[in-house]
């Protein structure tokens, strides 16, 4: 183990900058511009699983973006462990708020920064170098190991979902490692057991049939942007409550070890406002702030338009505006009950004088992942070791749709394994990874490996 | 007179592509990068006004965009009137769902099509030619004119109105003439004397501190969004009434002659949704629609801009958003009181966990023109001849701020004689201009300075 730990130790600069011609392919998944950017990075990832051992390595086409898949089943008897990543990252505006091009990775202050640095390919990249440290030092793994990386994660990770149900031999495996979910603090090795779920619907609202002048029609004619505004402002009630019908239904309540479990990790929710930049944080009443980001659900606007945006003045009755609006979800909540009465209940609060279009962008499930199983204790243990620290076990506010996917498909456990900190700004400009966490998770994946195999 | 109007009739076709070229410039007044179109749009309008028999044409550089200034006072004993028009235009986005270039203007279906076809140029065009005809055929004009073209209409008249303070002895005259006014329907001539005011305002709502990943934060961070459309949902009660303090000081009932006046006008409010192409009209309650447009205040959100706009799915929980609100004010709301009330009132609506920054954008009086005055006889009877009808009365709902100001400063009547149609799209894609009222409109511009000359 120690030759494995000393090689990646030596070799951390080399990976470095591995990583950083990762992040200059430009793989924005939900942008057609980027479609070869795309094809490119599912490449890349291939050749990379080739040079670090895998003994089959194939992309596979979807109706949308490349799976790449690889293998080495050399250790016939022994666990077999399928490490999952995504290689698509998000969009990158707003640029103008980015300190530095976010497909030019730069090293200052002890991080690395570009789109991509964290989410996800600083954390996946970790896996394919300590499989790759694992063959030139030892010549071998100490279990058998499928990698599986997907385009599609950002997007609702489609192609895989249906990949999963038509390859379930090919996937076979005794433990799912995913490196896609944060810290809980700066030296703080965690593992993650829950991750909330996600429905992401698109409202239009559409009142005159064409842009009106403000002045000549304004007071008579339905203006769409005040009556989304209205539409908005009653999906919560006055105590933050979610108002779609049987929203709630199937929602769990905490259990008395959860609570405590939480109580247990001493948040700050002053040193967590001044980490957002607010005077004063927000939500559902009832709740602590951990258990509103982690076991409750929740219904952000994630964007909206309409009208007149430039600068300056126009005095326009638009025709048209639009919303995008997702929600998180916790377990037992079906996101596809829940798309079919949120589309019910916003088209029943519109008056007349306009009309409602809505649909569904994507969706995925919540997911907890039982304690107990010998995989989440060799992640804790692994991650210990890298860390020098004693192992935290947290749930997260985030989705990773495709984790309640393998736990269906595959009926493994799957292992979060988070090398992230909530403060890497993933999803905003200047996204940025610490340097000490791509090195501990270097060492992390390679000791997991160890740990698996014994377990 | 006879001459005169044969004449306009006989050189029609010169006038219509002397109004093609003027359309041909984009005089957009908001738009930074349309300064130099200004600029060609003003020296087009003083070199018209030179070859139309103006004695002085003079050019008044501003702050922002040039007034044109032309004066003939060959009748000294006679009259004066001034006629104001204004060569800026609206933007013109959404630039696809016009059928044709907005700047190449096309002739079909008997209409003039391009932005500015009505609003302003076309109408303003017909002076122009009307007082070119006179010279043309007569040799001279049977009243002393003056001509004041502005370029900031559209945003406010900042301009123009430090102007009118300023050069109060050089604008002095009898009567305003202003033809920036809709018909009350296609073939009835009108002149309206009442218009609304206005207040532009912008408020920008700022959460966290920059764009999160909302499955991480969302629940426990203000969302921006969310929280801007409970402030806008709050701006009306269910009544359809403005909840800002105070807004509704000062505004008038209705006259029992004004309400009978509006009977006899026959408005029909399935006609009206139709042309608007809503299934149900809207708005305040206890008011006819033409109560609505013409003599209530209103508020309007004029656009709407946050988070993720693009197609596709982003899961952020933005930093900001913004709106656009406007207000349409009567007589006799003062803007700029009510633009301190709405600031303090917004603000004292949003809650701790956000931020909230409001600026005035620009504002304008709303006017009511006594009736009675012999210009505003003059311009019924000249209407009347050019329509071959009984001319009626109206209010409108837009707004010209301008039209305040030459009522306070020159303390003349302002006759507002307009040629447009409420369905010519001003302010929207595929503006135009009915030919039929173009050409009117010329013989309307020459009667009406005959008449009032006698007057």
């Known amino acids: 183990m120690d030759s494995v730990i000393s090689h990646l130790k030596s070799n951390f600069n080399t990976y470095l900058e591995e990583l950083k011609e990762y992040l200059r392919i430009k793989s924005i998944s939900t942008l057609d511009a980027n479609r070869s950017d795309m094809i490119k990075c599912a490449d890349f990832v291939a050749d990379k699983l080739r040079h670090a051992g895998m003994s089959r390595v194939e992309i596979f086409q979807t109706a949308r973006h490349p799976i790449v898949y690889g293998e080495w089943l050399g250790q016939p008897g022994k666990p077999t462990v399928l490490i999952y990543g995504h290689y698509d990252v998000q969009p990158?505006?707003?640029?103008?708020?980015?300190?530095?091009?976010?497909?030019?990775?730069?090293?200052?202050?002890?991080?690395?920064?570009?789109?991509?640095?964290?989410?996800?390919?600083?954390?996946?990249?970790?896996?394919?170098?300590?499989?790759?440290?694992?063959?030139?030092?030892?010549?071998?793994?100490?279990?058998?190991?499928?990698?599986?990386?997907?385009?599609?994660?950002?997007?609702?990770?489609?192609?895989?979902?249906?990949?999963?149900?038509?390859?379930?031999?090919?996937?076979?495996?005794?433990?799912?490692?995913?490196?896609?979910?944060?810290?809980?603090?700066?030296?703080?090795?965690?593992?993650?057991?829950?991750?909330?779920?996600?429905?992401?619907?698109?409202?239009?609202?559409?009142?005159p049939d064409k842009d009106l002048h403000s002045g000549s029609f304004g007071g008579a004619v339905a203006n769409p942007i005040n009556e989304l505004a209205k539409l908005i402002s009653k999906l919560h009630d006055k105590n933050g409550k979610i108002t779609v019908p049987n929203f709630y239904n199937g929602v769990q309540k905490l259990s008395k070890a959860e609570k405590e479990n939480f109580k247990r990790l001493k948040f700050s929710e002053n040193a967590y406002a001044k980490e957002v930049g607010v005077k004063k944080l927000h939500g559902e009443k009832g709740f602590t702030t951990l258990e509103k980001l982690w076991t409750r659900p929740t219904l952000d606007c994630n964007g909206i338009i309409g009208g007149f945006t430039e600068i300056g003045a126009k005095t326009v009755l638009p025709s048209k505006a639009k919303a995008k609006i997702s929600m998180r979800l916790v377990p037992n909540q079906d996101p596809l009950k829940i798309a079919k009465d949120f589309a019910k209940y916003v088209k029943s609060l519109v008056p007349q004088s306009v009309k409602l279009d809505v649909k569904m962008l994507h969706y995925g499930y919540p997911a907890v992942v039982p304690f107990g199983s010998k995989a989440l204790n060799a992640g804790a243990k692994a991650t210990a070791k890298a860390y020098g620290k004693k192992t935290v076990f947290t749930r997260e506010g985030g989705s990773i749709s495709i984790v309640v996917d393998f736990i269906k498909n595959l009926k493994a456990p799957v292992v979060l394994m988070g090398f992230g900190l909530d403060s890497d700004d993933i999803h905003s400009p200047n996204e940025h990874f610490l340097l000490e966490n791509f090195e501990k998770g270097l060492y992390a994946s390679a000791y997991f490996l160890d740990e698996f195999s014994k377990a």
């Open 92 to 207: 990158v505006d707003p640029l103008d708020l980015w300190h530095s091009d976010p497909f030019e990775p730069v090293i200052h202050d002890e991080k690395i920064w570009a789109r991509g640095a964290n989410d996800n390919k600083g954390q996946n990249y970790v896996h394919i170098k300590s499989v790759d440290a694992y063959f030139k030092t030892l010549g071998t793994l100490p279990l058998n190991v499928k990698f599986l990386f997907e385009g599609e994660e950002e997007i609702g990770s489609e192609s895989l979902t249906s990949f999963l149900k038509t390859h379930q031999e090919l996937l076979k495996c005794d433990s799912v490692l995913v490196s896609d979910t944060s810290m809980y603090g700066r030296g703080i090795p965690t593992i993650t057991y829950g991750l909330r779920g996600l429905l992401y619907m698109e409202v239009e609202m559409t009142g």
